[in-house]
């Protein structure tokens, strides 16, 4: 079974603080993802990355960073936590190519995080 | 690139009712479309999906059904059952790229 590791289910974090969120996948996959959760807005993109130290920004890249230094982890990074980042953070994963070939992408179990 | 609108928003049923689940599209070169399903305190996970050379693709108790002319597609479920109360997310590539842009969710609530 792919697996998609998440290292933190929840946190709670004060404002200013720098978070790092990690991720890893077990499946050889070549794009990984992070997206944001919020009730009402779906998944949107933050940021992904189709190889190892290459990123892209998604739709929402304002107040992240991300880093890919092994093919199997990506994490994400707030420099400066704000309260508007308090959310569920999704980290994803998925073989190369196309989405056109059927590439699924799997998903982790989520980070919960809250800014105070 | 894609605009992906998903309804309903919500959608309660009885149990043993029918649901069904609607996206439309903006980029007519999409030709892939996944459903995802997402149970509370978990990631989304891939129930079905279809292509766009086929008009329907059914699992068991779920089927998809897919208007390229139209653009849109739509998730079936028949015969709900509680155990099937989750988020629903549609998604659809733009014409050349791995990226998704996924609906907003269907939040879809079977009472028993």
């Known amino acids: 079974d792919v697996k998609v590791t998440q290292s933190s289910r929840y946190l709670v974090k004060r404002t200013g603080e720098k978070v790092f969120l990690e991720c890893v996948q077990d499946m050889d996959h070549e794009n990984m993802f992070w ?14 990355s189709y190889d190892v130290k290459m990123k892209e920004k ?3 890249p304002e107040g992240y960073s991300v880093s890919r230094e092994k093919k199997e982890r990506f994490s994400l990074i707030l420099e400066s936590a704000s309260t508007n980042q308090t959310s569920m953070y999704l980290c994803a994963s998925s073989f190369a190519g ?12 989520g980070s919960w995080l809250t800014v105070v | 690139g894609e605009n992906v609108e998903q309804h309903p928003s919500t959608l309660s049923v009885q149990e043993g009712d029918s649901a069904v689940i609607k996206c439309t599209y903006s980029d007519s070169a999409s030709n892939y479309f996944p459903w995802y399903k997402q149970e509370l305190g978990k990631g989304p996970q891939l129930i079905i999906d279809i292509r766009s050379n086929v008009g ?21 479920i028949t015969e709900t059952q509680p155990e099937d109360s989750a988020v629903y997310f549609c998604a659809a590539p733009s014409g050349g790229s791995y990226i998704p842009t996924f609906g907003r969710g269907t939040s879809l609530i079977v009472h028993p």
């Not at chain 1, 997206?35 to 992904?48: E, T, V």
């Not at chain 1, 196309?98 to 179990?109: A, C, K, L, P």
């Not at chain 2, 699992?59 to 002319?69: F, H, Y």
């Open chain 1, 98 to 109: 196309t989405v056109h070939s059927g590439n699924t992408i799997y998903f982790g179990e």
């Open chain 1, 35 to 48: 997206y944001r959760q919020d009730p009402g807005l779906g998944l949107r993109l933050i940021y992904f």
């Open chain 1, 58 to 60: 998604g739709d929402i």
């Open chain 2, 56 to 76: 329907e693709k059914k699992d068991q108790r779920i089927a998809v059904t897919l208007n390229k002319t139209a653009k849109h597609f739509s998730l079936h």
